[in-house]
């Protein structure tokens, strides 16, 4: 069974820092992984998603990286700013449809 | 940019009594899906949806969790008789032939 598991819990860093988010899944078959964005009580905002071909992917300030073969990926966040304080979630999918999720890392950009 | 939808935003009900929840899923799409998060936990996969029927579900989603997609836009999630337990946010997700996932807002259900 799939497990995701994701460290820190919760971080907190001063504006303007970059940071790395990480996220480790058992199963190292899987088709692709998805970071979303939780802000509290919303919805979730898919942020990148990486193919199982892929090593990694990149939107403005964030990099996602995929090491398939260790069960790894990081989500960078470049010149962090307080607007990007939220949960953030990475999922994976295997061999259906369905995406396993973490438990997510709390993210607070401090002015 | 297209979106889904979910409404209410909000609902309460009392233990026992049935609720259904609606999605409005991105129109080209054509794979649908539910989770739910319960408060402080993780996201779970509830079922998934193609075709007008259910592709795969989750144990969580035992008879008292159907789906239907009554018309060309609406996908609901009906739960017949709810539980204290069944408190949670539900999703709904869509996505097209891709892998990506695309979420709506949630629907907090509190069952009192």
């Known amino acids: 069974k799939q497990e995701v598991t994701q460290i820190p819990a919760a971080l907190s860093v001063p504006e303007g820092e970059n940071l790395v988010l990480n996220c480790s899944f058992t199963d190292s078959a899987i088709y692709n992984l998805q970071w979303f964005r939780q802000d509290p009580g919303k919805g979730l905002t898919s942020l990148l998603l990486?193919?199982?071909?892929?090593r990694e992917q990149t939107s403005g300030r964030l990099n996602a990286s995929l090491d398939k073969s260790s069960g790894r990926s990081t989500l960078y966040i470049a010149a962090s700013q307080p607007g990007d304080s939220a949960t953030y979630l990475c999922?994976?999918?295997?061999?259906?449809?369905?995406?396993?999720f973490g438990k997510g890392t709390k993210l607070t950009v401090n002015p | 940019e297209p979106e889904v939808t979910q409404t209410p935003s909000h609902q309460v009900t009392q233990m026992g009594q049935e609720v259904i929840l609606r999605c409005v899923p991105i129109s080209n799409h054509l794979y649908f899906y539910w989770y739910r998060q319960i408060l402080g936990q993780k996201v779970e996969f509830l079922v998934s949806f193609y075709n007008n029927e259910i592709s795969e579900k989750s144990e969580i989603f035992d008879d008292q969790f159907s789906v239907e997609r009554p018309d060309g836009s609406n996908f609901t999630l009906k739960i017949r008789s709810t539980k204290l337990e069944d408190s949670a946010m539900y999703f709904c997700a869509s996505s097209v032939l891709g892998p990506e996932q695309y979420f709506g807002p949630g629907t907090r259900l509190t069952v009192t």
């Open positions: 999922a994976v999918q295997g061999g259906s449809e369905k995406l396993v």
């Open positions: 990486i193919q199982s071909s892929q």
